[in-house]
């Protein structure tokens, strides 16, 4: 029997492929496509690729504040004073907050959750950036009123809404909830039956 | 209803079937193997979206299509007239994964039309409807309880939508919390966790039980009269629903779903500590049950075969009723290879539902039984190898 570490007796191709197996999504057959596709690459590209991703690790962090990724702490958006401190949006993943800023429609400021509870993939709420939640509430932030949650509206989401709406409830704070209903100029005969009910259920009075 | 059409394309044993369907009786003859039960099967994914026998979606993809195909799939379709809609046409459509050439496929991921537009499942389910009658029905009677919740789900969804956007949610939702009921065991998270999962369980399963409640109830009532014509000189039939929940509970079961809600979710808190013990929900519809009783007694352990036959094809028979009472269109009714095992007596029983009815395609190993002087009015097909041809 020889004693090696397994680091050691694998080859550097063997290697590869059990660093791509190890990120989400990728099983053992996308982690062999992806290492052979590598080895075949251009040196460059592998150059490349190996500088984006320890540079991703050295210059990102996370905004102190609302969590989201940046390369300035606090980032841009907790440090813009034309943000309106009244109302902060909870979301669950930094594209989210891409998402709705691409709306022009929220001047708030944001709290990214990065991830919803999830018991059955082991995530609770203490996996979530709630407890930085509610040290800003409390400390920095306490200008807050309202707490939109725009959390998806799967399960998971209203499940993470649900609670943080019973955490922050009594704080004295508004928490309310993302519209569910019909995506605009869709046409209502094709709409599915669950978002044609909820677009019923969230009916609105004509003014 | 009926099918005025239906197409099968690298499905089970069919590269490619295009057939035209008139209202009325179709019966399919071919030896065993020749794919005439594949038929019905096909017939029957398109009323539920998955298949009664097959649990590996894999397999719907005919193995040819698997093989040669560079993005193997199964399309199932059918153009359906209904008393609602003139014309809607459904499909199911089941792709190997990876599709990736090169890479043996070893999931299937399942897609769903209607009227060409992509949609779920649950907006599929129930468009076409079907009762089929096959020999595995005597699992639901003698077999384990998942068979006789897996019958009372696919009966249930096809007649209501409502239905199968609760049990796919309460599904997800079991799932969760028993995740969670783990987590608190070992003494990772708060009890106070399980409030939203508890609130979603009582709502969803509420629902289910009083659907359950309900149905049974109806057919009882059916299934024990006509047990008791199917077979004289036999004790009689009772079908009793026996749900998993604390016996307080179990006398307002028959109430509404509003009311039933909010005692649910208090056994549910009432029973936390337990359930964290135990590391899963030990009440709600996933562990309810159906008793067939014969004078009292258990069938599943006391009927003959003869019996057992008898119930199943009484339940079967209040089925096709039930769903034609709840929608006003009867349901296009399948007989895999039930009727040569029958006597005549019973053989007619069945036949006079098939006639109350707007479609019915039987199948048969024997091209004598049904004999053509009992069906004169059926179309006949012969099938072999998985080609399908009209006779005479
Ligand atoms: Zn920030």
Known sequence: MQDRPPSSSSSPIQRLIEAFNRLPGIGPKSAQRLAYYILRAPADEARDLSAALVEVKERVVLCSRCQDITD???????????????????????????AIERTNSFHGRFHVLHGVISPSDGIGPDDLKIAELLVRLN?????????????????????????????????GIKVSRLARGLPSGADLEYADDVTLGRALEFRQSVE | MHITHLSLAGARSFRRLELPLTPGLHVVTGQNGSGKSNLLEGIALLATTRSLRIANDLELIAWDALRDDPLPAARYAARVHTAVDDNITIEVIVSARPATPGIEANAASRRFRVNGVARRASDLIGRLRVVLFSADDLGIIDGAPTARRRYLDITLSQLDPAYVRALQRYQRVLQQRNSLLRRLQERRGQ??????????????????????????????????????????????????????????????????TTSLAPKLLEALVVGRTRDIQAGTTRIGPHRDDVAFLIGGHPAGSTASRGELRGIALALRLAEVAFSTARTGDPPVLLLDDVLSELDAGRRARVLAAAFEVDQVIITSPDPDRPAPAELSAASRYRIDAGVLEPIG
């Open chain 1, 139 to 171: 400390g920095p932030d306490q200008e807050v009123r309202e707490v939109i949650v725009a959390t998806n509206p799967n399960l998971e989401g209203e499940a993470t809404a649900m609670y943080l709406a019973r955490l922050l409830g009594p704080l």
């Open chain 1, 72 to 98: 300035q702490d606090p980032c841009r958006i907790c440090t813009d004073a034309s943000r309106d401190p009244a109302v902060l949006c909870v979301i669950e993943e930094p594209l989210d907050l891409r």
């Open chain 2, 191 to 256: 009890p106070g966790e399980l409030d939203f999962w508890d609130e979603e369980l009582a709502q969803t399963g509420a629902m289910l039980i009083t659907s359950r409640a309900h149905a049974i109830a109806t057919l009882n009532t059916d299934a024990a009269q006509r047990y008791a014509a199917l077979s004289t000189g036999s004790a009689p039939l009772e079908v009793c629903y026996r749900p998993a929940l604390p016996p307080p509970l179990i006398e307002t079961v028959a109430s509404s």
